[in-house]
């Protein structure tokens, strides 16, 4: 059965840090990967997603890498705003190409 | 084009009635996915369902909770003889194509918010 952890549970900076989210599954046979982003009271936002056969996908400010043999990834972010603040989910799809999602990352960027 | 959409946003319940949950998935879209996110946990697929059909239901508790596709209309996700331990948010999500498939993306609604008193 596929775990996913999330590191930090809660991260809090200031405008314009760059910042790196983690995370870590146990069944390294994925089929892909996906970051969402989550804001209070809303949705999902799929912010990038990563085939088993690619190691990372870039989208403007933010950049995703995957280590399958490790069994990582991460969500970098550069130059972070205060609109980036929101809770940042980690998902994993193995064969049955359902997601397993992690409890995600709850980020605060403060002006 | 408009995307998933779910009804009600939030809806109150008490113990032992009925809850309905409605999820009209993207124009196009012939999948649904249905998750449940209990407060501090993350997102727990439910079932998976195509027009008509349920192809995966490994989420789904065996009592009390039912879905379905129908060839019209929205999905519904049913809760029978609700208790306190269902209140959570419940999310809807739609793609064009089979999971595991070039057009699996899912693309998710707001969700409903569960409160049962």
Known sequence: ?111 | NAGVMQNPRHLVRRRGQEARLRCSPMKGHSHVYWYRQLPEEGLKFMVYLQKENIIDESGMPKERFSAEFPKEGPSILRIQQVVRGDSAAYFCASSAGLAGGSTDTQYFGPGTRLTVL
């Not at chain 1, 590191?7 to 989210?21: F, M």
């Not at chain 1, 043999?69 to 980036?84: F, H």
């Open chain 1, 1 to 111: 059965k596929q775990e996913v952890t999330q590191i930090p549970a809660a991260l809090s900076v200031p405008e314009g840090e760059n910042l790196v989210l983690n995370c870590s599954f146990t069944d390294s046979a994925i089929y892909n990967l996906q970051w969402f982003r989550q804001d209070p009271g809303k949705g999902l936002t799929s912010l990038l997603l990563i085939q088993s056969s690619q190691r990372e996908q870039t989208s403007g400010r933010l950049n995703a890498s995957l280590d399958k043999s490790s069994g990582r990834s991460t969500l970098y972010i550069a130059a972070s705003q205060p609109g980036d603040s929101a809770t940042y989910l980690c998902a994993v799809a193995g064969g049955s190409y359902i997601p397993t999602f992690g409890r995600g990352t709850s980020l605060i960027v403060h002006p």
